[in-house]
């Protein structure tokens, strides 16, 4: 696509790293599955004037899964255009300016952390919510009357109610 456009300058993210080092040619390619695709990449890097290949981590590549996803949502008719996309870096994050009052007087943390400490759910939940609950409680653990989230790289979350969130935001 970027050929295409007659584009000469080109930066390419990747979350792989030995990927970016091979087709470098720092690395070699000793896989014969990929060896290749290495090829032709190196054969491709020669149509532009200047090419930078970058690697950043998949934890921190938030862009690249964006993207992917609205790229995968939309169907295009025409497959040789594609319209840009405008993005617009906020100066807040949107989880930020999100903060809602609980309608039940609840914090929004309150089922996981009453099955963690009880194992019991609410009344009247379904079959899916018990699993919902069951499921989401895998990524959360209680330290006294605290729950933190873990994330993928392991690390903690404190989880905090409304009013703790805008004391937090101010």
Not at 66 to 85: E, G, Q, R, V
Not at 92 to 110: K, M
């Amino acid at each position: 696509m970027a050929i295409d456009m007659n584009i000469h300058e080109l930066l390419v993210i990747g979350d792989s790293n030995l990927l970016i080092h091979q087709v470098q040619g720092e690395w070699a390619a000793n896989n014969p599955k990929i060896t290749p695709y290495v090829q032709y990449i190196q054969k491709l890097c020669k149509r532009f004037r200047k090419i930078e290949l970058r690697h950043t981590p998949r934890t921190q590549n938030e862009l690249a899964d964006a993207l992917a996803t609205i790229a995968s949502m939309i169907k295009h008719p025409d497959t040789s255009y594609i319209n840009s996309l405008d993005i617009e870096v906020k100066e807040q994050s949107v989880h930020c300016s999100h903060v809602e009052a609980e309608p039940d007087g609840l914090p929004w943390y309150f089922d996981i952390k009453k099955y963690l400490e009880t194992e019991t759910y609410p009344e009247n939940a379904t079959f899916n919510q018990k699993k919902s609950i069951r499921r989401m409680a895998l990524n959360f653990f209680a330290s006294g009357e605290i729950l933190y989230r873990r994330t993928p790289d392991l690390g903690l979350l404190r989880c905090v109610n409304a009013s703790e969130a805008a004391k937090l935001l101010e």
